[in-house]
């Protein structure tokens, strides 16, 4: 395969993957994937269609090339379950005790939550830009069963990589117009995100203002 070459920040990343894949085929694709899930911004929206580019191409068959990607993306998750777990509920009750604007309860709120939806959580998130990875951690750290988040992972991850594989595969050449859609998709989350945070900063401000009176410094 050919690597890009438009300048971009991902050009350095794009070309070890292609010598991933060109050195050892659909395993490279597979380990890409893996250190996606440790490292959110490489961008599995670029990954996954070069693969599908390399099985069109003939450098594997686009059922290794599903097979290993997934199973790159599990073994990336419970990595992440792993550290979410030795993290713990009390470990992270200590570190939000410390953490300014945030209590305990928010703690238990959220893991009250996971254990409601935790299932949806995981499944769903594995097709959401930077949640894909991070939500293996609340997994861990709500000792969610091993073998459910494994289920529930696997579905997930097949659905994002089947349509990413596809996408490049059946796009030949031109795979990277992927990466002009799945941008659009990364900015939206990641406008959503910020305006979730701006607003809980803002709310729980306010709130402390509340109980301290208005004159109060919120620092």
Do not use: C
């Not at 993957?17 to 490489?42: H, K, Q, R, S, Y």
Request: hydrophobic share 55%; aromatic share 10%; charged share 15%.
């Amino acid at each position: 395969m050919t690597p890009a070459s438009d300048g971009s920040w991902l050009t350095a990343i794009v070309d070890v993957v292609v010598g991933l894949m060109d050195l050892i085929g659909a395993p490279g694709a597979g380990i890409a994937i893996a250190l996606e899930n440790l490292f959110p911004p490489l961008p599995s929206e670029v990954i996954l269609p070069m693969a599908g580019f390399a099985a069109a191409r003939g450098s594997f068959t686009i059922v290794e090339a599903l097979a290993w990607t997934t199973a790159g993306s599990i073994v990336g998750a419970f990595l992440l379950y792993g550290i979410g777990a030795w993290l713990g509920l009390s470990r992270l009750r200590a570190l939000v005790k410390r953490m300014p604007l945030l209590h305990v309860e928010d703690v238990d709120r959220t893991v009250a939550w996971f254990s409601r939806h935790g299932g949806k959580a995981v499944f769903f998130g594995r097709m959401i830009p930077i949640f894909r990875s991070l939500i293996s951690i609340p997994a861990g750290v709500t000792r969610m069963p091993m073998w459910r988040f494994g289920i529930l992972t696997f579905a997930g991850s097949l659905v994002w990589n089947t349509t990413f594989v596809l996408a490049g595969y059946l796009l030949g050449d031109s795979w990277h117009v992927v990466e002009t859609y799945a941008d659009v998709l990364q900015y939206v989350v990641i406008v959503g995100t910020l305006a979730a945070v701006t607003w809980f900063v803002v709310a729980r401000v306010r709130q402390l203002r509340g109980r301290r009176g208005p004159d109060a410094d919120p620092a």
